[in-house]
């Protein structure tokens, strides 16, 4: 690998020997949880994908290099960096150029992940179409990178505050198959049903491999979102997720939130809204995503 492109010894020994990687993103990290849940956020996330059997690869941005696979010892040092940039496809190589600090959203972690030749990738929930977009163009770089980069996302559907109806015929018209795990119905994030149908309902990991398998096979070009809904006992109140929902989307609009703020800003008001019951339900969905990515990363391995 050149030097700006870092691959942590565990990954790099993981890969060359055809064991199962998942990458993690840091987003998480710097901008989604508040200080220092993020960190633990991180730590507990690489421990789940460690006990399902595969090596996890945290990934991120910092003295001009991508790291695939940073040390718990460079986590902490990004959590604690001031300004730390949201990284996506637009910004990710000017803030490498600069030596800068950045952390991962789900876009630029499919990016440096396809890079390292890590197949399956693990996160909360994917950016979309926003709730304005018809006025402000607001459609997240994730769909963009769904589009064009062959990695398996497995997420709790994407985030509540967008727009999904958009987001779903967006994936539909960008050819990003959509399955569901377990599901028919693409999850809401913090809540197991959205009403919106995925492209196809699979019951077991190796059912599932085999389908993503095949789509990498036929050289689509694209990345396949797997919708892992949070396990019902973890799901937030329906009431609950209606008022805080709608209190946030409210509190943005007044205030002019605008492009790569309103994702954290709306997570931040959800979970002051709910005191501390969004970030309750976050981690529980990131945890079991953590693990279903594993056990999708094992079962791709043992069909090659």
């Not at 399902?52 to 690869?57: D, L, N, Y």
């Not at 890079?115 to 163009?137: L, N």
């Amino acid at each position: 690998m050149n030097e700006r492109f870092v691959l942590g010894e565990d990954v790099a020994r993981a890969l060359a020997t055809g064991r199962p990687v998942v990458a993690l993103e840091t987003t998480v990290v710097t901008h989604g949880l508040p200080h220092p849940a993020g960190v633990e956020a991180a730590l507990a996330l690489e421990a789940e994908v460690t006990r399902a059997g595969a090596v996890p690869a945290t990934i991120g941005v910092f003295g001009g290099a991508e790291r695939v696979g940073i040390t718990r010892a460079e986590l902490e040092a990004l959590a604690a960096e001031p300004g730390v940039s949201k990284l996506n496809l637009s910004n990710f190589a000017a803030v490498l150029a600069a030596g800068a600090a950045g952390s991962t959203t789900v876009a630029a972690t499919m990016f440096a992940a396809h890079q390292a030749g890590i197949g399956v990738f693990a996160t909360g929930g994917i950016g979309g179409v926003h709730r304005d977009s018809q006025t402000s163009g607001d459609v997240s770089a994730d769909l963009t990178a769904l589009s064009r980069i062959p990695v398996a996302v497995v997420c709790a559907g994407a985030k509540a505050i967008l727009d999904l109806p958009r987001t779903v015929e967006m994936l539909e018209t960008l050819g990003v198959p959509v399955y569901g795990l377990g599901t028919a119905e693409l999850p809401a994030f913090y809540r197991r049903e959205s009403g919106l149908p995925v492209d196809r309902r699979f019951d077991t990991i190796e059912s599932l491999a085999a389908a993503v398998r095949t789509h990498f096979a036929l050289g689509m070009g694209t990345g396949v979102l797997i919708a892992n809904p949070i396990p019902e006992a973890d799901a937030m109140p329906l009431p609950i997720y209606e008022r805080a929902l709608a209190e946030a989307l409210a509190a943005a609009t007044a205030e002019g939130v605008r492009g790569r703020a309103v994702t954290p800003f709306l997570l931040a008001r959800m979970n002051a809204i709910t005191g501390g019951e969004s970030v309750r339900v976050n981690l529980a969905l990131l945890r079991n995503n953590a693990r279903v990515a594993a056990e999708l990363a094992r079962a791709l391995v043992r069909g090659e």
